[in-house]
C-alpha cells in the first residue's frame, strides 16, 4: 500500500495543476478531491462544465485506488458513468471517492460530486484497471 503515491502524482500532473484539482485526504481505499469554481470552467450558462465535474470524479476514483496498490502497480480508468444531479455555479466542488471492489485486475469506486453546502451535485462509479 502507498498512502503517498496520489499526492506525489497529483504534484506532477500538468492535467490537474490545469483545472486547479487538489486532493484533501487520501487514506487506504479512499481519496477526497476538491476543484475550486472558476471562469475559466464554465459553459456559456455561467455554471461548471459537466467535463470538469467528471474530471474531478474520475481523478477521486483513480486516487482511492491508488491507495490500495502495490509499489510496481499502476490504475488507469476504463469506464465511468455519471449522473449530474445540480448545477454548480459560484462554488467549489468535492469528490469523495470509496473503493467497493478491489480484485487482481479491476477496482470499482463509488465517487460522490458535492458543493461547499454538503448538496449532492452529482454521483459517478469508476472502473480502473489494475497494472
Known sequence: MILDLPLQLAEQSPYYKHLGITIVE??????????NFMECLTHPFGYLHGGAVASLA???????????LKDEQKALTLEMK???LLPVKDTAI?????????????ALADVDIKNSDDQLVAKAIVTCAIM
Open 82 to 84: 455519471i449522473n449530474y
Open 26 to 35: 487520501a487514506r487506504e481505499g479512499f481519496a477526497k478531491l476538491r476543484l
Open 94 to 106: 468535492f469528490a469523495e471517492a470509496r473503493i467497493v471492489h478491489k480484485g487482481k485486475k479491476f
Open 58 to 68: 474520475d481523478s477521486a476514483g483513480i486516487n482511492a485506488v491508488l491507495t490500495m
